[in-house]
């Protein structure tokens, strides 16, 4: 699976940008499909994961409530809404795929990784 990241760049603080993920495979829909991030001098952590239906999501205590993960099957992308910015989001974005029958928070668990697309809130 081929994984293209998109949507990062230069936000305010309290913006909204979306990112996007597009998948190469056909059976896209049989991935958990996660976004992961990872700031500078910081180890890579979790963000979010979507199931394979879209109806069942997890999130990271720091973005809960801020985030939205979601998923089109029929276009083969994961998007990750993203709305009150704080500087401390700003990091390298990364969406991964793992097939999986669970969503899962560890990165171990995801085998495909996309390029990752930079998010930098300015204050």
């Known amino acids: 699976v081929q994984l293209q990241a998109s949507g990062g760049g230069l936000v305010q603080a309290g913006g909204s940008p979306r990112l996007s993920c597009a998948a190469s495979?056909?059976?896209?829909?049989?991935?958990?499909m996660g976004w992961f991030r990872q700031a500078p001098g910081k180890e890579r952590e979790f963000v979010a994961a979507i199931g394979w239906s879209g109806d069942s999501t997890i999130y990271a205590d720091s973005v809960k409530g801020r985030f939205t993960i979601s998923r089109d099957n029929a276009k083969n992308t994961v998007f990750l809404q993203m709305n009150s910015l704080k500087p401390e989001d700003t990091a390298v974005y990364y969406c991964?795929?793992?097939?999986?029958?669970?969503?899962?928070?560890?990165?171990?668990?995801?085998?495909?990784w996309g390029q990752g697309t930079l998010v930098t809130v300015s204050s």
């Open positions: 495979e056909r059976t896209f829909r049989g991935y958990v």
């Open positions: 991964g795929a793992a097939p999986r029958y669970y969503i899962s928070r560890y990165y171990t668990e995801y085998d495909y």
